[in-house]
């Protein structure tokens, strides 16, 4: 997860930036939170001209130059909503308060509360049975769930794993509860998700909306609140992003999870958990918008740019550091579709290990451990994540910045790219986008990049041929994609580019 910034300076010897002087831009108006767009433009050979947004954020300060007249904003994008905001929080109405008339003068402890059992729904608890601790009774009854009752003052009361999931001990006071004594509070669903996509989880979170419905999820005011239209006229979330990460993860098919929003996490904390499970990012693009992408181990699409010292790249240097290799990996996770309530531990009753021993027997043991806190079916989550990890992290990840030329305009992050550089005699060398900076400020303009290049991204192909004569005119295929023809090219070999003797698959 990213978030991005800028700053933008102005002239303001004209007073145009002054929000204290009338008729300026700023003038009686509160600038903050704000949107700022920020393009680049450019002049065509037939006189024409040109705009490439780069970037859209709100204002959140403005600093006057003591000095010189200047003005500069500074400038957030949405990601940084995400870093910043808690969701979840411990509602106000699950505190019981006791009604005005009672006699006995005891007390109730907090509402504790379990994901997948409590609901949407106002509690009475009312006192049966007068007395002190261990003798007065009190009936227990939700507008949804019905009575779960009888407690007894002085005993922890819980509904366990039955309707309501609610839990509290009544206490005596210094006057003992008497028969109509009572407590009412109400309680609010959890931010949860049963065998639901990860990427339709991310949906929900960041806007309150069911992804397939479309439609106000029960905790909405729990979670954020950005944009939920299912199009590209979204103006807070790339929808056709999601729309892609959604058929990738469905495609790899261990991504249906299990599971809930605790109380009073950040926002980022529970979205860095979720992403971190397919290794994908998250990140505010040029236009502003969310925007998420999903790791695909063994591919590598086409390169959206090519860079290089002949052409704009005026530096170029790397990093390659065994300090970035996981090759042992340990995950604990919830083996069990079962849930605790608010005040308890979290049961992590699996745990599973991967590791790749090649690595191990070059570098020695290099460790990570995990913990997660959503279930699936089989523990496949943290299964595919593991070995993900351990092939990916494997070898020191090569880690290259350099500067070019604005042909790097529309490149963004998780784009794989191609790098070429004499000095350090790298040849086409394919990476994943992690950070970009653009200097519109220097002359000339320019943009710096870094990429990192795992063991295992290489340029793969896949076609699915057949080894048979069908009859066709078009079978059947060669068994190497060196041997292969024009016309076997339209069909499907699995190797890596970099491999003479590549694996094949045909049916």
């Not at 699936?376 to 994540?385: I, S, T």
């Not at 191609?418 to 000095?423: L, P």
Request: net charge negative; charged share 20%; glycine share 8%.
């Amino acid at each position: 997860m990213q978030a991005g910034d800028f700053d933008v300076t102005f002239n303001n010897e004209s007073g145009l930036f002054s929000e204290f002087l009338p008729g300026s831009l700023f003038y009686r108006v509160n600038y903050h939170t704000a949107r700022i767009r920020i393009s680049q433009g450019f002049v065509l050979p037939d006189g024409t001209t040109e705009y490439e947004q780069q970037a859209t954020a709100f204002i959140d300060m403005l600093e006057a130059d003591q000095e010189e007249s200047r003005v500069t904003l500074r400038c957030r994008d949405k990601i940084r909503v995400l870093l910043d905001r808690l969701i979840h929080q411990r509602p106000t109405v699950e505190t019981a308060d006791p009604d005005g008339s009672n006699v006995g003068d005891g007390t109730i402890t907090a509402i504790e509360t379990k994901p997948f059992k409590t609901r949407n729904e106002n509690w009475t608890i009312v006192c049966t049975t007068p007395g002190g601790d261990g003798v007065a009774v009190f009936s227990v009854t939700g507008s949804v769930s019905g009575s779960v009752g009888p407690a007894m003052s002085g005993t922890e009361f819980s509904t366990g794993d039955g309707a309501g999931g609610i839990k509290f001990t009544i206490s005596n006071g210094n006057v003992d509860w008497d028969t109509g004594d009572e407590f009412t509070f109400t309680t609010k669903q959890y931010p949860e998700w049963s065998a639901v996509n990860v990427i339709k989880i991310i949906w929900s979170i960041l806007t309150g909306y069911n992804y397939d419905t479309d439609t106000q999820e029960a905790w909405s005011g729990l979670v954020l609140d950005f944009d939920h239209t299912k199009s590209n006229a979204n103006t807070d979330l790339d929808y056709a992003a999601f729309v892609e990460a959604i058929s990738d993860t469905t495609a790899i098919g261990n991504f249906n999870l299990t599971g809930r929003v605790p109380y009073d996490v950040l926002a980022s904390d529970v979205i860095r958990k979720l992403v971190l499970l397919f290794l994908g990012s998250i990140f505010t693009n040029a236009d502003g918008r969310i925007s998420i992408k999903v790791y695909l181990p063994g591919t590598s699409p086409t390169p959206s740019a090519s860079f290089s010292d002949a052409l704009k790249n005026t530096m170029c240097g790397y990093v390659r550091s065994i300090d970035e290799i996981i090759n042992y990996v340990s995950i604990a996770y919830k083996k069990r579709n079962r849930w605790e309530f608010s005040n308890e531990q979290v049961t992590y009753d699996g745990n599973w290990v991967e590791l790749n021993q090649a690595s191990i027997d070059l570098y020695g043991y290099l460790t990570q451990g995990y913990s997660m806190d959503w279930f699936a079916a089989n523990g496949a989550h943290v299964q595919d994540l593991a070995s993900k990890i351990v092939a990916r992290y494997g070898e020191p990840p090569l880690n290259i910045d350099f500067q070019t030329g604005l042909d790097a305009l529309l490149t963004q992050v998780g784009d794989i790219v191609a790098v070429t550089d004499q000095k350090h005699n790298l040849i086409d060398i394919r990476g994943e986008v992690i950070k970009k900076t653009c200097e519109f400020d220097t002359v000339p303009a320019h943009i710096s990049m870094r990429i990192r290049r795992d063991a295992d991204l290489n340029a793969l192909y896949g076609v699915l041929g057949s080894r048979v004569d069908e009859g066709d005119g078009r079978s059947p295929q060669a068994s190497t994609y060196g041997a292969a023809t024009d016309i076997d090219k339209e069909y499907c070999y699995l190797g890596a580019l970099s491999n003479s003797s590549p694996n094949y698959l045909l049916f």
